[in-house]
């Protein structure tokens, strides 16, 4: 049977679904292309170190012309029709729905004996925050973004309780955009002062001990508008008084582009200001406090951008910092203030062959979150440097959010792995273990399902650990649709964690892999920077191996592969399935930075990703970035894999325009009948305060798109 006949014989819905399943057969049929609305190319060069690069759809960059916004309506319209008659969305409506309406707790933050957390009935569009006199009480809610907007499209993305436990600072995102404003909640009364701090992203507030006030950085503004391609700046807001009236007290005068942040000690004497540029180096300052007001000249304890430095705590004049300094995998050193220099650092916990993701003073001791092999480990240290031994976990899994107090001995964080949701566990510091203090109960069943770890070798003959989730019924040796993960940098490390969209997913029958490409920060700074600028193709390269051994394994084959990955995996994704169409089935790349000549003129937050990616000013790096960058390397007349581009409109961090230019460039260059989808979500931002309705949807269309690709189908598991 032909694709033709079909079309004649069936319904339209029957013709998506068989010409999807024989897209191989169909693929020289160009009377089955999808028809995309009009994208006009101009002609758009520009020239790089003497080569002239074509950008023919620049004029999608301008985000609010006319022409822009008809362009998506219509393609959301296009995306919407073609994904509403994909027969499985139903089920994966219905599945999600289901898996997501479970009670969710947050680790909770104690100060004074109050204790605020945030938590998820289930189906609430966004998590509460409630403030409770007991750990393992409910308490009652104080913060409920579900109330100011019927849609869930506010979040309350961060927050912070006064070290007397009387204010909530809560930061307030609307339409999921990185900006946010912070109110602050009485929790006596339970209403909020008239004090509203704005022009914030990514900031915290740093409370002074006696709550008069408290440290935030914020942007400068221009013509009326908070402008972000200047740095922040650090002020002191005094409660009760206007954010006009807010005092200036730090900015950096000498570089362009480093990001002052504020932290105030727990004992209150110091103000630290971690100082943030890019993701290799950093630098670390500090400020006396006297009875809250600073003393003194700021002075630049660590300033001479060698590598990462992170204060965890203090004690009196001796700092504790996790550094990378003469450590690539992390160690904890003090600092005596009065013999600052390096040679007299006191080294607390040393590096060792495991990686450490993060570092906690609490109740006299530190915590320190290591990863062996791409899995967590909690292991304790004196502040003298002796090994207290590691606190047992639940299972073979990750830990965060660390919460406690270095003056106090209660202790929470949080406990998960790729079957088991959030775990808030309790440990009192001096006993042996962790105790769990919220279980989530989740649907899905982590005795249906069997993880496995297994090590490949990338093309250079790196060895690459991939972990890979599959029901229980699944044999080895009989392929099938199967999805791979991956993301590839910036440090971050990919370690087991529960999602409902991965649990819909296996539910439905398919299979699960999260390949630890190089680029991120399981093995440490050296397993990162393999990843980076002059390096990146290793990233595709360790990502396209994984695909690879997955076939050659028999976990899956071409015509059931996808790959997906948001914002530097959306990255990731594009330039993989680019490089290697006939790997793949379908690829989902999600928010991503697709125009890698451009990345850099967004925004300053933007620019900071230089780090990583390099920029196109630089000759050496222009030649790489180039040579990979998905936008300009498609090639007219090509077959590439299905292809469902999800992006933001309210996204200011990757700026959708590069997700807009990325797609109309696909859809042209694709010569085959595979579709070559946008899905744009208009009022959500860069992944951040979506609703759980619209989880819901995004995940019932990726999955029902990448399934009829793929062939699965979950009535059948």
Same mark, same amino acid.
């Given at each position: 049977?032909?694709?033709?006949?079909?079309?004649?014989?069936?319904?339209?819905?029957?013709?998506?679904?068989?010409?999807?399943?024989?897209?191989?057969?169909?693929?020289?049929?160009?009377?089955?292309?999808?028809?995309?609305?009009?994208?006009?190319?101009?002609?758009?060069?520009?020239?790089?170190?003497?080569?002239?690069?074509?950008?023919?759809?620049?004029?999608?960059?301008?985000?609010?012309?006319?022409?822009?916004?008809?362009?998506?309506?219509?393609?959301?319209?296009?995306?919407?029709?073609? $994904?509403?008659?994909?027969?499985?969305?139903?089920?994966?409506?219905?599945?999600?729905?289901?898996?997501?309406?479970?009670? +969710?707790?947050?680790?909770?933050?104690?100060?004074?004996?109050?204790?605020?957390?945030?938590?998820?009935?289930?189906?609430? =569009?966004?998590?509460?925050?409630?403030?409770?006199?007991?750990?393992?009480?409910?308490?009652?809610?104080?913060?409920?973004?579900?109330?100011?907007?019927?849609?869930?499209?506010?979040?309350?993305?961060?927050?912070?309780?006064?070290?007397?436990?009387?204010?909530?600072?809560?930061?307030?995102?609307?339409?999921?955009?990185?900006?946010?404003?912070?109110?602050?909640?009485?929790?006596?009364?339970?209403?909020?002062?008239?004090?509203?701090?704005?022009?914030?992203?990514?900031?915290?507030?740093?409370?002074?001990?006696?709550?008069?006030?408290?440290?935030?950085?914020?942007?400068?503004?221009?013509?009326?508008?908070?402008?972000?391609?200047?740095?922040?700046?650090?002020?002191?807001?005094?409660?009760?008084?206007?954010?006009?009236?807010?005092?200036?007290?730090?900015?950096?005068?000498?570089?362009?582009?480093?990001?002052?942040?504020?932290?105030?000690?727990?004992?209150?004497?110091?103000?630290?200001?971690?100082?943030?540029?890019?993701?290799?180096?950093?630098?670390?300052?500090?400020?006396?406090?006297?009875?809250?007001?600073?003393?003194?000249?700021?002075?630049?304890?660590?300033?001479?951008?060698?590598?990462?430095?992170?204060?965890?705590?203090?004690?009196?004049?001796?700092?504790?910092?996790?550094?990378?300094?003469?450590?690539?995998?992390? +160690?904890?050193?003090?600092?005596?203030?009065?013999?600052?220099?390096?040679?007299?650092?006191?080294?607390?916990?040393? =590096?060792?062959?495991?990686?450490?993701?993060?570092?906690?003073?609490? &109740?006299?001791?530190?915590?320190?979150?290591?990863?062996?092999?791409?899995?967590?480990?909690?292991? +304790?240290?004196?502040?003298?440097?002796?090994?207290?031994?590691?606190?047992?976990?639940?299972?073979?899994?990750?830990?965060?959010?660390?919460?406690?107090?270095?003056?106090?001995?209660?202790?929470?964080?949080?406990?998960?792995?790729?079957?088991?949701?959030?775990?808030? $566990?309790?440990?009192?510091?001096?006993?042996?273990?962790?105790?769990?203090?919220?279980?989530?109960?989740?649907?899905?069943?982590?005795?249906?399902?069997?993880?496995?770890?297994?090590?490949?070798?990338?093309?250079?003959?790196?060895?690459?650990?991939?972990?890979?989730?599959?029901?229980?019924?699944?044999?080895?040796?009989?392929?099938?649709?199967?999805?791979?993960?991956?993301? &590839?940098?910036?440090?971050?490390?990919?370690?087991?964690?529960?999602?409902?969209?991965?649990?819909?997913?296996?539910?439905?029958?398919?299979?699960?892999?999260?390949?630890?490409?190089?680029?991120?920060?399981?093995?440490?700074?050296?397993?990162? +920077?393999?990843?980076?600028?002059?390096?990146?193709?290793?990233?595709?390269?360790?990502?396209?191996?994984?695909?690879?051994?997955?076939?050659?394994?028999?976990?899956?084959?071409?015509?059931? $592969?996808?790959?997906?990955?948001?914002?530097?995996?959306?990255?990731?994704?594009?330039?993989?399935?680019?490089?290697?169409?006939?790997?793949?089935?379908?690829?989902?790349?999600?928010?991503?930075?697709?125009?890698?000549?451009?990345?850099?003129?967004?925004?300053?937050?933007?620019?900071?990703?230089?780090?990583?990616?390099?920029?196109?000013?630089?000759?050496?790096?222009?030649?790489?970035?180039?040579?990979?960058?998905?936008?300009?390397?498609?090639?007219?007349?090509?077959?590439?894999?299905?292809?469902?581009?999800?992006?933001?409109?309210?996204?200011?961090?990757?700026?959708?325009?590069?997700?807009?230019?990325?797609?109309?460039?696909?859809?042209?260059?694709?010569?085959?009948?595979?579709?070559?989808?946008?899905?744009?979500?208009?009022?959500?931002?860069?992944?951040?305060?979506?609703?759980?309705?619209?989880?819901?949807?995004?995940?019932?269309?990726?999955?029902?798109?990448?399934?009829?690709?793929?062939?699965?189908?979950?009535?059948?598991?």
């Amino acid at each position: 049977m032909d694709c033709k006949s079909l079309r004649r014989d069936g319904s339209r819905a029957a013709w998506l679904s068989a010409c999807i399943a024989f897209a191989w057969a169909c693929d020289s049929d160009p009377v089955n292309k999808l028809s995309y609305p009009d994208a006009p190319r101009v002609d758009q060069q520009d020239v790089y170190h003497g080569v002239a690069v074509a950008d023919p759809y620049r004029w999608l960059e301008a985000l609010d012309a006319a022409d822009t916004q008809a362009w998506v309506a219509a393609q959301n319209r296009v995306t919407e029709s073609y $994904l509403q008659e994909l027969p499985h969305r139903p089920w994966f409506e219905d599945r999600l729905a289901s898996l997501i309406d479970y009670e +969710r707790f947050g680790v909770p933050e104690q100060r004074a004996g109050v204790y605020v957390f945030e938590h998820n009935t289930g189906r609430q =569009e966004q998590d509460v925050i409630r403030v409770s006199d007991a750990a393992d009480s409910l308490g009652r809610i104080v913060v409920d973004p579900n109330a100011m907007a019927a849609d869930g499209s506010i979040s309350v993305p961060s927050w912070s309780l006064s070290p007397d436990g009387r204010y909530l600072a809560y930061a307030v995102s609307v339409g999921g955009s990185d900006w946010d404003s912070w109110r602050i909640r009485d929790l006596a009364s339970d209403t909020d002062l008239p004090d509203l701090i704005e022009g914030t992203k990514f900031s915290g507030v740093a409370w002074l001990p006696d709550a008069r006030g408290f440290f935030y950085s914020r942007y400068p503004q221009g013509d009326g508008e908070y402008d972000d391609s200047q740095q922040v700046r650090i002020y002191f807001h005094r409660l009760g008084q206007t954010q006009a009236d807010d005092q200036l007290v730090y900015e950096v005068t000498d570089h362009p582009t480093r990001n002052p942040y504020a932290y105030v000690s727990e004992d209150g004497q110091f103000l630290l200001i971690t100082l943030f540029d890019g993701y290799e180096t950093s630098g670390l300052y500090y400020q006396r406090l006297v009875d809250g007001e600073p003393d003194g000249s700021v002075v630049r304890l660590l300033d001479a951008w060698d590598a990462r430095y992170q204060f965890i705590g203090n004690d009196d004049d001796e700092f504790f910092v996790l550094s990378t300094r003469d450590a690539p995998k992390g +160690r904890v050193v003090a600092i005596d203030l009065a013999r600052p220099d390096p040679q007299d650092w006191r080294e607390v916990v040393s =590096e060792s062959d495991d990686t450490i993701e993060a570092a906690s003073f609490l &109740g006299g001791q530190l915590f320190v979150e290591t990863i062996s092999d791409a899995r967590g480990r909690l292991r +304790r240290a004196s502040v003298a440097g002796e090994d207290l031994g590691d606190l047992a976990l639940p299972g073979i899994g990750s830990v965060s959010g660390l919460s406690g107090r270095a003056a106090e001995k209660e202790v929470f964080f949080a406990y998960t792995d790729y079957t088991t949701p959030w775990t808030v $566990l309790r440990h009192e510091v001096g006993q042996d273990a962790a105790t769990a203090l919220r279980e989530s109960a989740a649907g899905l069943d982590p005795a249906g399902y069997t993880t496995r770890q297994v090590f490949y070798e990338s093309r250079d003959g790196t060895r690459i650990p991939m972990t890979i989730v599959t029901p229980v019924h699944r044999k080895l040796g009989e392929p099938s649709p199967l999805v791979l993960y991956g993301y &590839g940098g910036f440090n971050v490390s990919l370690l087991p964690g529960y999602s409902t969209s991965r649990a819909a997913w296996l539910q439905a029958g398919g299979s699960y892999a999260v390949a630890n490409l190089r680029g991120g920060g399981e093995y440490g700074e050296a397993w990162h +920077r393999a990843g980076t600028k002059l390096n990146k193709q290793n990233v595709f390269d360790d990502f396209i191996a994984a695909a690879e051994w997955l076939i050659d394994n028999d976990y899956t084959t071409p015509k059931q $592969l996808t790959i997906w990955g948001g914002s530097n995996g959306g990255l990731l994704v594009a330039a993989a399935a680019q490089q290697r169409p006939d790997l793949f089935a379908v690829a989902v790349p999600a928010v991503g930075v697709l125009d890698m000549l451009r990345y850099d003129l967004a925004s300053a937050n933007a620019r900071q990703w230089s780090s990583d990616y390099g920029l196109s000013s630089n000759a050496d790096e222009f030649a790489v970035l180039y040579a990979y960058s998905p936008y300009h390397n498609l090639e007219n007349g090509g077959c590439y894999p299905a292809t469902l581009v999800m992006a933001d409109a309210n996204d200011d961090r990757v700026v959708p325009w590069h997700s807009y230019k990325y797609a109309a460039a696909l859809q042209h260059a694709q010569d085959c009948a595979r579709p070559a989808l946008i899905r744009v979500e208009t009022n959500t931002g860069h992944g951040a305060g979506a609703s759980v309705s619209k989880i819901i949807n995004e995940y019932a269309d990726q999955w029902a798109f990448v399934a009829e690709v793929t062939g699965l189908d979950p009535a059948g598991s």
